[in-house]
């Protein structure tokens, strides 16, 4: 390659045009990207920041500061801690359960047999589907009067009349974590399976050698190998759930009586229908710390991935 | 690696009679490739404690037919037999057979004695018992002292003995190894082989040892089966492959630099590198062919010159290659022509159309 | 598995029986297990179909059995959906601003990624980190600032404030995805091309980018699905239903008051689903490739 590199220095060194200076070239490359998300993301972060220690209302939008009168009131909303502990209670059983069957999902994935390709088809389904469309299928398949479960429930004859899936407030939550589990499942079983597919063959020859059957290899070789990518694939799936509002606005709208209400949720009806800007950009916020935590805890993750 | 005692001197439990391995009518094919059969009609027998190794450059099916004997991979067609026993259909570890990958394939997130120790767990062995016997074959292979470290903190060297403890600890009745050396350096190769081997007449264990490498495959092995698209096209010891090759790919396959080959019409003539001398040195009239050599290229190798030149006389022009060792000191310089010869008891005969090897033809035009 | 006597004949047909019953239980498993995870990521799908072409009496009578067709079944409902409702409206919606969003997230990626993945520059590791992050600040958090910035530029109620808007979602996994891409093509072939005449940006044009297909075609699809996909900006930003696109449109639009049109509600979501879903599978062996060659090297 000594070859070459000198071609090279002869090019670049005979050559000054805005085609070559890398100097010059590698900042402005990144220049729409950069404008882009400071104009678009950062600006509009530090506004929500701003805004949270203001009273800027849909009706006023004149920024006045009223410091920490904000967080008072929320802090004093029964709703908001409501919303804080939905959130947490969600997106960690949903997670657990997540995990579990990503897991299963992921090894019939990487399997060989018939009808492959329609399994994988349907399966992604849940993912693929724009978020509001799959829970207005979820929202039919739940109604009070009409919903198909109740059907066969009622033709098995264990229950008598309807169940309120999404009108009682466990029901209606335990419904929430069901939907953002039927959703995430496909993306972190995919997730899964990538990994899965990047173990070295030889390994996996060598314990069916060496007479592992399917579960002692499954807990004792492949499992603890794929730990870094259950666990990658956990943390995206609860950044997706935490921070998601759909399901709960088409499900439920955060009821019944706010039962099912999330912090991104009531950071909306809060701010955009209640109009109170200022309140709901402090209930949002609050998303962040945690965010923060997750992804840090995804880069430790991946680079301890890459060394070993 | 420190002397390995003997079975029954205290250090393990007594050591399997070695039994044969026999493929009857092997044919493995995958339907990715359609009709491409990537062993096709594979029949041999072991001999008991037999060192048989697969020799053959990649994609000739040898490391498909170990998987197949090992189970982890099941025929398209055929039986295999071990111990006498057709074992088709039988996952790996029913066969009593231990395998040796060519990364080893130790398990990363396991120390070394919890390596080891893996194939054990599947016995109903207590754990004492377990720990005893993986103690023994770490000694014996000389690692014993790094029981508690994990692969990526261990050499080459010492992980393909990690891979050969963790064989070695389930008392098999054949090693299967896939080309274990080629992941270390050259140097360490060559003393690796020979304690391979001095280890593998210890236990007595039959063993099938794949690689590419002829150098390796010769100075191993008991037996050597050379395989080409999925067959194989001779099998025997080292000197019978080596000095009567069954055809024309077996003879240009090993030997370094190849036999030289020289197309007469309706077969080909060959004869290898190191038969071909200056016709002084070769004695006798009658049982000698001479050519004449017109030297193009010289490479001066220390232990030997090798002599690049067109010769003519036997057959049309073809360029050929003369070994000539260190203890021969004819003067031979590029672009001057000269006399060689071949003793006529080294020349080969191959069928023009078929390349299998026919019996002699006269030689003098 | 424990081991056996191979010289035992009697041992190894047991074992050979033994081996053969558990493979086929091992099927069996697998296929159950297999159809049933289809059978329940798909079934409320399943189940709008068989609803979209149900007669209202059949459907508005809690006894009937949900899932035949107690009485014919009728195109009527599928016919509303296109002939009586914005739904039309708002596939087109989805589709020019998809396209558009799209076309500005690779004409900013594709260079960004390519000035992180090749020039090496010393703050390129540190701002490859950073657009992670950025990734992860939420819509549901900004939603609200933005959408005070979409009225002091006038966007408010356009669907252009969400061409505008969404590139901030796509652009950074765009980003980071086609980082991977890059770094795995082998830099011998720009530097041929440079050597051939050609300037940096000419090489990257001409060797880079075509080499990059696969890469190019997993960002499409991705930032294609996050713009069908996304909710809550669409939702905060456009109120006229002739600017609505189908994610926000069908739950809100369809669902009027207390009389939900549930056969063509039902017809919406699976005829969206059905082809997102189609075109993802065409990609997918591709997107796989994609995410896990991102993600590996990410």
Redesign the interface.
């Known amino acids: 390659m000594a070859g070459l590199s000198l071609k090279r220095a002869a090019v670049t060194a005979g050559r000054r045009s805005l085609g070559d200076r890398e100097g010059l070239l590698a900042p402005l490359f990144l220049l729409p990207a950069v404008i882009y998300i400071f104009a678009l993301v950062a600006v509009p972060f530090v506004l929500a920041i701003g805004f949270s220690f203001s009273d800027v209302t849909a009706g006023d939008p004149s920024f006045d500061w009223v410091g920490l009168d904000n967080y008072r009131a929320i802090f004093d909303d029964p709703v908001f801690w409501r919303s804080l502990r939905n959130t947490f209670v969600l997106t960690g059983v949903s997670m657990v359960l997540v995990v579990v069957l990503a897991k299963a999902l992921a090894l019939i994935l990487v399997a060989d047999f018939r009808g492959k390709w329609l399994v994988r088809l349907l399966v992604l389904l849940p993912w693929t589907t724009p978020i509001s469309l799959a829970a207005v299928a979820w929202l039919w398949m739940l109604d009070s009067i009409f919903s198909p479960i109740d059907w066969v429930l009622r033709s098995l004859g264990l229950i008598e009349s309807n169940t309120f899936w999404l009108g009682k407030p466990d029901l209606a939550m335990a419904s929430v974590i069901a939907v953002q589990t039927w959703r995430i499942v496909p993306l972190a079983a995919v997730i899964i399976m990538a990994g899965l597919i990047s173990l ?1 063959k ?2 996996d ?9 399917f579960w ?1 290899k499954l807990w ?2 492949t499992i ?2 794929m730990l870094p990518v259950i666990a990658v694939a956990a943390l995206f799936g609860a950044i997706l759930t935490f921070t998601d509002m759909t399901v709960v606005y088409v499900l439920t709208r955060g009821g019944p009586n706010n039962a099912t209400q999330v912090l991104s949720s009531w950071a909306y009806f809060k701010g955009i229908e209640g109009g109170s800007l200022a309140q709901g950009a402090a209930v949002a916020l609050f998303l962040f710390p945690l965010l923060l935590a997750a992804a840090i805890a995804i880069l430790r993750l991946v680079r301890r991935m890459r060394v ?1 | 690696m420190p002397e390995p005692r003997r079975a029954g001197n205290g250090g393990g439990p007594e050591q399997r ?1 070695a ?1 044969v391995i026999e493929a009857r009518g092997l044919k493995k094919h995958f339907e990715a490739g359609g009709e491409v059969f990537a062993v096709d009609g594979v029949d041999f027998a072991t001999r008991e404690g037999e060192y048989l190794v697969l020799l053959g450059p990649s994609g000739c099916g040898k490391t498909t037919l170990l ?1 197949m004997l ?3 991979e099941e025929p398209t067609e055929g039986e295999i037999l ?18 040796v ?3 080893y ?5 396991k120390t070394v004695l919890q390596n080891i120790v ?2 054990l ?4 062995m207590d754990k004492k018992e377990r720990r005893a016997k993986a103690q023994w074959a770490a000694e014996l292979l000389g690692i014993g002292d790094l029981l508690n470290r994990k692969p ?1 903190h261990l050499s080459g060297g010492e992980r393909q003995r990690v891979a050969l403890a ?1 064989a070695l600890v ?1 008392d098999p ?1 054949v090693f299967l190894l896939d080309e274990p050396l080629s992941n270390l350096d050259a140097k360490l190769r060559t003393s690796a082989r020979n304690e391979l081997r001095m280890f593998q007449e210890r236990l007595g264990t039959t063993t099938i040892y794949v690689t590419h490498d002829q150098v390796e495959a010769m100075g191993l092995g008991d037996r050597i089966a050379v395989m080409y698209e999925g067959k194989v096209r001779q099998m025997g010891p080292p000197e019978e492959v080596y000095e009567h090759p069954a055809d024309t790919f077996v003879a240009t396959f090993l030997g370094s630099p190849p036999m030289n080959l020289v197309d007469r019409g309706d077969h080909l003539l060959g004869f290898r590198p190191e038969s071909l001398l200056p016709a002084e040195l070769v004695p006798g009239d009658g049982s000698r062919t001479i050519m004449s050599l017109r030297v193009s290229r010289l490479e001066y190798l220390g232990g030997e010159r090798h002599v690049h030149g067109i010769v003519s006389g036997i057959a049309g022009e073809t360029l050929v290659i003369a070994r000539l060792p260190a203890g021969v000191d004819t003067r031979v310089d590029p672009g001057e022509t000269y006399e060689f010869a071949v003793q006529e008891r080294d020349l080969r005969f191959f069928d023009g159309a078929t390349g299998a090897r026919t019996d002699p033809r006269p030689v003098r035009a | ?7 035992d ?1 009697r041992q ?1 047909e047991r ?2 029986v033994q ?2 019953r558990k493979g086929t239980l091992g099927r069996v498993a697998l296929y159950v297990m297999a159809f049933g995870a289809a059978f329940l990521a798909a079934g409320p799908f399943l189940w709008g179909i068989i609803t979209m072409f149900k007669a209202d009496p059949d459907l508005y009578t809690k006894a009937n059995n949900p899932f035949i067709f107690n009485q014919a079944p009728t195109l009527k409902h599928v016919d509303f959906l296109f002939t009586g409702t914005p739904f039309t409206t708002f596939l087109w919606n989805t589709v020019w601003v998809g396209l558009l969003v799209v076309a500005i997230t690779l004409v900013v990626s594709l260079p960004a990624a390519y000035s992180l993945a090749r020039l090496d520059m010393p703050w390129a590791g540190p701002l490859g980190i950073a657009i992670f992050f950025v990734y992860l600040v939420p819509p549901t958090l900004l939603f609200i600032s933005l959408s005070r910035v979409v009225v002091e530029l006038g966007l408010q109620d356009s669907t252009w404030s969400l061409v505008l808007v969404y590139p901030t979602i796509t652009i950074p996994v765009s980003v980071w995805l086609l980082i991977g891409f890059l770094s795995s093509i082998p830099r011998d072939i720009e530097e041929q091309a440079m050597v051939d005449g050609y300037s940096r940006v000419g090489a990257f044009v001409r060797t880079v980018i075509p080499l990059a297909f696969p890469g190019i075609v997993a960002v499409v699809v991705f930032a294609f699905t996050l713009t069908a996909h996304e909710f809550i900006y669409a939702l905060t930003f456009v109120s006229p239903s002739a600017h609505k696109t189908i994610s926000i449109g069908v739950p809100t639009e369809l669902i009027r008051g207390d009389v939900f049109f549930w056969q063509s509600l039902q017809a919406a979501g699976v005829i969206v689903a059905i082809s997102i879903a189609f075109v993802f599978n065409l990609f997918l062996g591709r997107f796989v490739s994609g995410f896990t060659q991102g993600a590996v090297k990410g």
């Open positions: 070295p030889e390994v020859d060598a314990a069916r050698v060496d007479g592992a059957g002692r004792e070789i603890p190998l070993s | 009679k039994v998987r090992a189970g982890l071990i111990g006498g026993h057709v074992v088709n259909g039988l996952p790996p570890r029913a066969r009593q057979i231990a395998m990958f060519q990364s394939a130790l398990y990363p997130h893996f194939p767990k599947a016995e109903k990526r963790r389930r009745s | 598995m424990t081991a056996i006597d191979v010289a004949s190894v074992a050979r081996a053969a």
